[in-house]
C-alpha cells in the first residue's frame, strides 16, 4: 500500500483551498460583470393607440404624473408636479390643488394662487406611425 | 514547512473571500426612490420604509430624505450611511437649518413673500434669548438699561424694521463677567432657548430649532419621558409649548431653575404654575390660537424682551367697552393665511371671509365673523370651535385705559 506523506496531504488540502477559491473568485467576478445600474428614469411613456383618447377627453395618467386632453386640434399633455417643489396635484373643481403647500392651477395649468410661480408644464405627445401615442417628460 | 505556509495561505485566502461574500450576502437588497424634488436615487427606504411621511406637505415621494436630512444616500452600511447627516436626527437644528429646511422656495425666502421663517425664527427671543440676559445683567448692574447687548450666540439683523429692534447682538460670556450670579445664570440657565440643547431631564425634553415646536413629542404625560417622533406640524398643541413655558421656577437666590414639584394630572392645573391668575381661555384654548406666528416666531428684528413681540390682548378678540374687535375680510387668496388654512385644514377659508385681525393688520385666520354678526374661534390643534363674546354690549365695567390681562384677571380669573 502507498504511504501518503504529511507533504502529499498539505499538497491536496492545498489544491483544494485553492480551487475553491478560485471557483468563488469566478463567481465574484461574474456577479461584478452582471452588475446592471438603477436604470434611468423613463422620460417616454407609451400611452397605447389614440383612438382610446376621445375627442374632448381629459385623461389623468396617474403613473406618469400627465394629465392628456384630447382637443379638436390634438393632443395636449400637461405635467401634474407642481412647479413649486414637485409634489403631485390633485383634481379640484376649477382645475388642481398641490396638497403639499396649496398651490392652486385653473383646469389649463395656468396659476392661480401660490406659492407655484409658474403654470403646470406642458409635456411632448407624439402620434406614432403605428397610431400610438408617446408621452415624452423630458 | 514551505506546503505548510502555502496551504495556510490559501485558507487565508479562501476566507477573506468568504468573509467579503458573506458580507455582500447579508447586506439589505436596496430599496430605492427616486424623489421628484433631487432626482436623485437614495436607499434610505431600504431601512426607514415604516417611517411615515412627516407631514403633508413634505411627502417622501417628493422630497425623500436626503434633501432635508443629509447622510450618504446610497450607503446600505447604517454608521456609513449616517456619517454625514444633518443635525444628527434633527436637521432643524439651528447649526444646519439653512441647509436643511432653506432655500427661497422653502423656509428661508424673503419677508414680502412670508418665507422667511429660519430668518425670523433665528433673531427671535426664544432663540437669542436676549432679554433674560438684558435683565440679568442689569439687574446685577452689569449694564445701564434693559436694551439686549448679548444673545446665546452673536446675531446680526441687517434690515432693522422697527422702533424697538436691535442691530446686533455679542455672544454672552458670563465668564467674562465679575458678578458672580451672572457667572451662575450663565452656568445654569442659558440652555432655555431653543438652538440649545435642553438639559438630560425629563422637564426638558425637546427638540432644538424648529423642531422644538413643531415636532410634539409622542408622550404628553409629563411625568414621563417623550419620545421622539417624525412628525412636523403647524398645529401645535398646548402640551408642546410646556415643553419650556410652565414647567418650573427660577430662583434667583442660587440663580438655578427649580422645576415644579405637582404632577398636574387634568388641564386647568397642568397649564399654569400654582400662584398665576388666568382665564378661562387660556386654559381652554391652546396658544397658538391666540398667539399669532409672528408672536412666537419673532418679526424678523432682535428684540430686548418678549413684551415687545407680544401684542394680543384679550381686547385682539373681544373687543372693549365702545369698540367691536376689529375685523378684515378676506380679499387676496395669495396671502399667508390661506397658506396657513391650508396646513392645518381646521377651517376651510374663501375670498370673502370675514375673520378677526390684530392691532398690526395679520388676520387672525382661525376665526370667523358669522353670517348673524357673532364671532367664532377654531381650535388650531383640536378643530372645537367656540363662541367669542364681545365686551361691548356685556355688564363689563373695565376702565377702557386698561387693557392688559391682569385688568380682565381681576374679574375673570378662574379660581383653583
Excluded at chain 1, 379640484?92 to 390643488?97: K, N, Q, V, Y
Excluded at chain 2, 456609513?80 to 434633527?90: F, P, Y
Aim: net charge negative.
Amino acid at each position: 500500500m502507498k504511504s501518503h506523506s504529511r507533504r502529499d496531504f498539505m499538497k491536496v488540502v492545498t489544491s483544494y483551498l485553492l480551487g475553491v477559491t478560485g471557483v468563488l473568485g469566478i463567481a465574484g467576478v461574474a456577479r461584478f460583470l452582471a452588475f446592471e445600474s438603477a436604470p434611468r428614469p423613463q422620460t417616454a411613456f407609451d400611452l397605447g393607440p389614440a383612438s382610446d383618447f376621445p375627442l374632448n377627453s381629459r385623461t389623468r395618467l396617474n403613473s406618469i404624473p400627465a394629465l392628456l386632453i384630447r382637443k379638436e386640434s390634438g393632443y395636449v399633455a400637461l405635467s401634474l408636479l407642481c412647479t413649486h417643489l414637485g409634489c403631485t396635484v390633485e383634481d379640484a373643481p376649477e382645475g388642481f390643488i398641490c396638497p403639499c403647500h396649496g398651490s392652486r392651477y385653473d383646469a389649463q395649468g395656468a396659476v392661480q394662487r401660490g406659492p407655484a410661480a409658474d403654470p403646470l408644464r406642458h409635456l411632448g405627445v407624439e402620434i406614432m406611425a403605428d397610431g400610438r401615442l408617446t408621452l415624452y417628460t423630458a | 514547512m514551505r506546503s505548510f505556509q502555502l496551504a495556510l495561505g490559501a485558507a487565508v485566502l479562501l476566507a477573506s473571500l468568504l468573509v467579503a461574500a458573506t458580507t455582500q450576502m447579508i447586506k439589505p437588497r436596496p430599496v430605492v426612490l427616486i424623489p421628484t424634488l433631487s432626482q436623485q436615487p437614495e436607499y434610505c427606504l431600504t431601512c426607514h420604509g415604516d417611517l411615515p411621511n412627516i407631514s403633508a406637505a413634505h411627502p417622501v415621494k417628493t422630497f425623500g430624505c436626503v434633501v432635508c436630512h443629509g447622510g450618504e444616500r446610497l450607503a446600505l452600511d447604517e454608521d456609513l450611511a449616517h456619517s454625514t447627516m444633518r443635525g444628527g436626527a434633527n436637521p432643524s437644528d439651528f447649526a444646519v437649518v439653512e441647509q436643511s429646511c432653506g432655500g427661497s422656495q422653502c423656509h428661508s425666502g424673503s419677508a414680502a413673500d412670508r418665507r422667511d421663517h429660519i430668518q425670523r425664527a433665528m433673531t427671535s427671543v426664544q432663540s437669542t434669548y436676549a432679554g433674560a440676559i438684558a435683565n440679568i445683567l442689569y439687574t446685577f448692574g452689569a449694564q445701564p438699561d434693559l436694551t439686549a447687548r448679548y444673545g446665546v450666540s452673536a446675531v446680526v439683523d441687517e434690515v432693522v424694521n422697527t422702533s424697538t429692534g436691535v442691530a446686533a447682538l455679542k455672544p454672552f460670556d458670563a465668564a467674562s463677567f465679575a458678578n458672580p450670579f451672572i457667572q451662575q445664570f450663565g452656568r445654569n440657565c442659558t440652555s432655555c432657548h431653543i438652538n440649545a440643547q435642553p438639559s438630560d431631564e425629563d422637564a426638558y425634553t425637546r427638540f432644538t430649532g424648529c423642531a422644538a415646536c413643531h415636532s410634539p413629542l409622542a408622550n404628553e404625560d409629563s411625568t414621563a419621558r417623550d419620545t421622539a417622533t417624525h412628525v412636523l406640524t403647524t398645529a401645535i398643541p398646548y402640551t408642546q409649548c410646556n415643553k419650556c413655558h410652565n414647567r418650573g421656577n427660577y430662583d434667583l437666590r442660587t440663580m438655578t431653575f427649580v422645576p415644579r414639584s405637582d404632577h398636574p394630572v387634568d388641564r386647568l392645573h397642568a397649564y399654569y404654575q400654582p400662584i398665576a391668575q388666568f382665564v378661562k381661555c387660556e386654559y381652554t384654548l391652546d396658544c397658538i390660537d391666540c398667539h399669532t406666528r409672528t408672536e412666537a416666531m419673532g418679526d424678523g428684528d432682535i428684540h430686548s424682551s418678549k413684551k415687545e413681540i407680544q401684542y394680543i390682548r384679550c381686547k385682539t378678540c373681544h373687543g372693549t367697552l365702545t369698540d367691536l374687535s376689529t375685523t378684515m375680510t378676506l380679499t387676496d387668496s395669495n396671502n399667508v393665511e390661506f397658506r396657513l388654512a391650508q396646513l392645518n385644514p381646521v377651517v376651510e377659508l374663501n375670498i370673502g371671509d370675514r375673520v378677526l385681525a390684530t392691532e398690526k393688520g395679520e388676520a387672525l385666520w382661525n376665526t370667523r365673523v358669522l353670517p348673524d354678526g357673532s364671532y367664532e374661534l377654531v381650535g388650531k390643534a383640536t378643530g372645537e370651535r367656540f363662541k367669542i363674546r364681545p365686551v361691548k354690549g356685556s355688564g363689563c365695567t373695565q376702565n377702557p385705559d386698561e387693557q392688559a390681562s391682569q385688568y380682565c384677571h381681576e374679574c375673570h380669573a378662574v379660581e383653583r
